[in-house]
């Protein structure tokens, strides 16, 4: 009988609800579906994580050999080599950042990077950095940031070298792909995130409310500010809906800024998959503020649910996802007025009852099974 082919995907910190970890666990499944033995290896695990995200049926690994609370601690203790790397042989790598990049870095497995954005810590510069650094709970941007500022010409040289060494790269979105093919002056292949199973047959239970949704790490680099400021312009005024991870200072600082406007605000927390499937399916619109984003896997979550999207039209990931007056639109960037009128264009036009077919319809490209068909054919082409 032949031997499985192993496969280890690493990412750092396994600590947060977000877009990117649910990638990990699709491509685990993806691996899994086609028959390969699958383990996910990370330097930080928060075992929250577990429960709120689909890790059923997953090997999770912490890789650190000195365990602290802190992830950057944990981290760094990796890189310099306390971990368990000597244990993991697979024939294949799949990395998601650069941190995890120089982990494998002198592993003879084949490697493969999963990109979603440049390292913002090395390439991020005067403002734009300080607003990445203080958007997330703990000190691990900020110690990342001061690293980056002491180590950038070096820092930038190691992380092409790296880029180099991988056999094969993805990116998230052609907006991403264009700028780092540039960048790396690589040749990479687009592989959008793939939505959850779960969204793929969506049966919620509905919310009565009638409410505006969004979704996503609430930090300030994703612009919640301009959302209520947007819906405090708006003629069909209504309650904004947040699920999410949040830092109480911020929390406290956008419910300020919600009283002010007049908006009302409410946080959900964090939501398992089946609990946020019933908000996204309940909402007149999901509301998506974040500019640049290099994909973005909540409108794509939304749409698949039947709700349509608003989001800024400034060429970036959410673009490549809303046809305009199909099942969302796209705001002029980044106007919060024109953000205003299209939510209530949303709700005027009725678009949800009247086009929701085509706003599911509208998903199916990022749905599970059409990612892994076009994700598993590259993958076999290198192994």
Not at 6 to 17: D, K, T, W
Not at 93 to 121: A, G
Not at 360 to 372: H, L
Request: proline share 4%.
């Amino acid at each position: 009988m032949d031997k499985k082919p192993a496969v280890c995907l690493i990412y750092e910190f396994l600590s947060e609800q977000g877009g990117l970890e649910r990638e990990i666990i699709n491509h685990a499944r993806f691996f899994q579906d086609n028959g390969f033995s699958v383990k996910i290896l990370t330097c930080h695990l928060d075992k929250n994580i577990l429960d709120l995200l689909p890790f059923e049926g997953l090997k999770v690994e912490e890789i650190s050999i000195i365990k602290t609370p802190f992830e950057s601690f944990n981290l760094m203790f990796c890189m310099i080599g306390f971990n368990k790397m000597n244990k993991y042989n697979p024939d294949l790598f799949f990395s998601y950042s650069f941190p995890s990049n120089y982990i494998i870095r002198n592993k003879k497995s084949k490697k493969i990077n999963y990109v979603n954005h440049y390292p913002h810590f090395i390439y991020l510069k005067n403002e734009e950095l300080d607003e990445w650094k203080n958007s997330t709970q703990g000190v691990k941007r900020e110690f990342a940031a001061f690293l980056g500022k002491i180590f950038n010409r070096y820092f930038i040289k190691l992380d092409k070298k790296l880029i180099k060494l991988c056999d094969l790269l993805f990116m998230n979105s052609k907006f991403t792909q264009g700028r780092l093919d540039k960048l790396y002056n690589t040749r990479s292949i687009v592989s959008y995130p793939p939505l959850d199973k779960a969204f793929s047959n969506v049966k919620p239970t509905i919310i009565k409310e009638k409410y505006i949704f969004s979704s996503s790490r609430i930090i300030p680099d994703k612009k919640y500010e301009w959302l209520i400021g947007s819906v405090s312009l708006m003629k069909n005024k209504l309650p904004i809906y947040l699920a999410g991870s949040v830092d109480k200072d911020y929390k406290i600082k956008l419910m300020k800024y919600s009283k002010e406007k007049k908006v009302v605000l409410k946080f959900l927390g964090r939501l398992k998959t089946n609990e946020i499937i019933n908000y996204y399916a309940s909402a007149q619109v999901f509301a998506f503020p974040t500019p640049r984003e290099d994909f973005g896997l909540v409108p794509a979550e939304s749409l698949s649910c039947g709700t349509p999207v608003v989001a800024w039209g400034d060429g970036a990931g959410p673009c490549e996802q809303i046809i305009d007056g199909e099942n969302g639109y796209l705001a002029k960037p980044y106007e919060l007025k024109d953000f205003a009128l299209k939510l209530d264009l949303i709700l005027n036009s009725n678009l949800k009852t009247k086009n929701k077919i085509n706003i599911i319809k509208s998903s199916q490209i990022f749905s599970y099974d059409n990612i892994k068909l076009q994700f598993m054919k590259e993958i076999n082409n290198i192994i």
